[in-house]
């Protein structure tokens, strides 16, 4: 466990670093199975809140693949979201043709995992898959596919391991429920 103090901030943790290593490694054994016959997969990590669980689980794979990231920012965050996407940084590999596993942190209304299943469909890779850390099924709007899942929560505000509230806690090395009050006076 880390030496560093656990912020006021936090209400307890959830899931500890020993419990995602864990997992990570069972996610990724999963995937090098299921792509033991390609050598062309890309992942695409959806920044920011992917970064480490794409390190993680890339460190994992034996199966040969290449990395790449999207980055994305979304508008009307919160209860009243209606889903609004905009995408600020591309890919740099070119997807098509190759197999592409899209890497997020967290499947929440689900908007975020169709607009970027929308866009990868479109340039036509050979075949398309997505790869959650968390979802939180009772928050989802848009009914989206999920090949790989790591957990599934309930609905909290989840900081640490890449997920941040208002830009802090990403680098918490364990997952955290936030203490409400902290979201809820914002
Ligand atoms: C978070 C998360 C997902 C998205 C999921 O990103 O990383 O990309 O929200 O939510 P949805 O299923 O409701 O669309 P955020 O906009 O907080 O940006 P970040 O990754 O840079 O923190």
Redesign the pocket.
Known sequence: MSDRPVPDAIERILLDDVDIATRVRELAAQISADYSTTDDLVLIG?????FIFMADLTRHLTVPHRVDFI????YN?GAD?R?A?RMIMDTRINVTGRDVLVV?????????????LRIFRARQPASLRSCVLLS?PD????D?PVDYTGFTISDEWVVGY???YA?RY?TLPYLAALKPEVYEKA
């Open positions: 959806v920044l920011k809140g992917a980055a994305l920012s979304s965050r979201s889903g996407v997020e942190d967290i499947l929440d209304t689900g908007h975020t995992l169709d607009y970027l939180k928050r989802r709007r848009v989206v890449g997920l941040d830009d990403r």
